[in-house]
């Protein structure tokens, strides 16, 4: 099983960056989407969400999606490229049926950001 499938059902990911000024574990609730071995998730705060600042810091940082520990290497996607038109439409794709809301704007301008895992799965 390819770890998109592995995840389809999971709704939240947890991502952990390593805080810029503390250098302590900062955890968030987020939605993810998943293609091949890369997970993407979009920043409605952009560049000042504080998860955003600490990666471009530090782009080492660990996803806990269900019973699964993963681990890799974060980065904002480049803009107006194939892969940021991909983030988007995975995103959109998983989250817009479930949600109770237009989220096209959010879709349309929120950051993607990238991690690229270091391997399926933690052991």
Do not use: C
């Amino acid at each position: 099983m390819s770890l998109p499938e592995a995840l389809a059902g999971e709704m939240y990911g947890y991502l952990t960056t390593v805080g810029r000024v503390t250098g302590k574990p900062h955890e968030i609730e987020i939605w993810f989407a998943t293609q091949d071995n890369v997970l993407y998730f979009l920043s409605g705060a952009g560049d000042g969400a504080d998860w955003v600042r600490n990666l471009r810091k530090s782009p080492s940082v660990g996803v806990r999606i269900g019973q699964r520990e993963l681990s890799g290497s974060a980065r904002v996607v480049a803009p107006e490229s194939d892969e940021e038109a991909l983030a988007r439409q995975l995103l959109l794709a998983k989250y817009q049926p479930a949600y109770g809301g237009d989220l096209s704007q959010w879709g349309a301008t929120a950051l993607p950001v990238a991690v690229d895992l270091d391997r399926p799965e933690r052991t």
